[in-house]
C-alpha cells in the first residue's frame, strides 16, 4: 500500500471515504476524494440533498445561520436558502477587477468586467459575439 488505509466515521460502522459524516442506507454525507483522482476533494450529500454554508452562534453554540447554499439542482444560493437559478445572490455584487481588462475571446465569452475611470467615469462591459467577432460591449 501507498499510505494509510484508515477510515474515520461518525455514524456509520463502514464508511465509503476517508472521513465520512453520516451514512445510513442511502442517506450519506462526508468528505473524501475522487477514487481514482485523489487530487479531487469531494464535499458531498446524498443526490436529493443539499449542502450548506453558514455560522454557528457563539453566544449560544447552536444557532445555525445559513449563509450560503448549492441545491440538488447545482443552484448556488448567497444569503437565498432556495435558488432557482445557477448563482443568486440576495444583496449587492462587486465587480472590484484591479487587473488589464484581457481581451474578449470563445473562452471569456460572457463574462462581465467592471472598469474604474476616476476621470472619464466608470463602466460596465460584457464580453460578447456580434456578427463573428468578439468585443467588449458597453453596458453602462
Do not use: H
Not at 456509520?12 to 454525507?29: F, T, V, W
Not at 455560522?55 to 437565498?80: F, Q, Y
Amino acid at each position: 500500500t501507498t499510505g494509510p488505509l484508515v477510515k474515520l466515521s461518525l455514524g456509520s460502522d463502514y464508511p465509503a471515504q476517508k472521513l465520512n459524516i453520516y451514512e445510513n442506507g442511502n442517506y450519506r454525507a462526508g468528505l473524501g476524494t475522487d477514487p481514482t483522482d485523489a487530487s479531487e476533494l469531494r464535499l458531498y450529500s446524498r443526490s436529493d440533498g443539499e449542502i450548506t454554508f453558514g455560522t454557528l452562534s457563539i453566544a449560544d453554540g447552536s444557532t445555525w445561520s445559513e449563509k450560503m447554499r448549492i441545491n440538488n439542482a447545482g443552484n448556488v444560493g448567497i444569503g437565498n436558502a432556495a435558488p432557482g437559478q445557477k448563482l443568486e445572490v440576495n444583496g449587492g455584487i462587486r465587480l472590484n477587477t484591479t487587473t488589464v481588462r484581457p481581451t474578449c475571446d470563445v473562452n471569456l465569452r460572457g463574462t462581465m468586467w467592471f472598469i474604474k475611470d476616476d476621470a472619464n467615469g466608470d463602466s460596465l462591459a460584457v464580453c460578447a459575439r456580434n456578427t463573428g467577432f468578439y468585443a467588449w460591449k458597453t453596458l453602462y
